[in-house]
Structure formats: C-alpha cells, structure tokens
C-alpha cells in the first residue's frame, strides 16, 4: 500500500515562507497528477496546486503567484513552495497523487499555521 507522507509544515509569521515536500513510501511509475490540497478548520478541502505528468500546473486563484509546485528529477518528492503567506494561509495541506492507472493517494496532512 502506497503512503504518502508530508514534511515541512509549522507555525510562519505572516509574510515568511515555508516549504512542503511530500514523500511516497513506493516509486509510483505512472503518476497522471500531483498535487497539494488544503482544509482549514469548518471548510471544504481545495485545490492548491496541480502538476501534470506532461509538467503543466494550475494554482489555485488565491495562491497563484506566491505558491509554486514543482518535483526532484526523479519524481520521487513533491514540493509546495509557499511564499508571502498570509494568515488565511492557515490550514492542513495534504499532497495527492493520481496514477494513469486511476489509484488516488493522500497523505494524512501536514499543518500550516500562518500568524498575523
């Protein structure tokens, strides 16, 4: 069973930085998408940013130009760079991993925590 798992979470004043990367425990071989969701306490989980295989990326509109998605060269970690964080920034983020072959893997979500 394939886990992933997440790093790099943690408490940020706002307007600092940090840097998610998300681990799996298997080589996955035919990844379709990555990508990082988040939940903030009473709302639904959204969308962060999207990476296809083929390398294009989608953000999510209220992150869009401070985030920024991208892999190692081996397609072995995930990373979520997060910059000029805010405190509406604050949530679970959870990275997610779709193969060709349709299996769907979460990991269990590192907290970010963004204070005025």
């Known amino acids: 069973q394939v886990q992933l798992v997440e790093s790099g979470g943690g408490l940020v004043q706002s307007g600092g930085s940090l840097r998610l990367s998300c681990v799996s425990s298997e080589r996955i071989y035919t990844p379709y998408y990555m990508g990082w969701y988040r939940q903030a306490p009473g709302k639904e989980r959204e969308l962060v940013a999207l990476l296809s295989i083929r390398g294009h990326t989608r953000y999510g509109e209220s992150v869009r130009g401070r985030f920024s998605i991208s892999t190692d060269d081996a397609k072995t970690v995930l990373y979520l760079q997060l910059n000029s964080l805010k405190p509406e920034d604050t949530a679970v983020y959870y990275c997610?991993?779709?193969?060709?072959?349709?299996?769907?893997?979460w990991g269990q979500g590192t907290q970010v925590t963004v204070s005025p």
């Open positions: 997610n991993i779709e193969t060709t072959e349709g299996y769907n893997y």
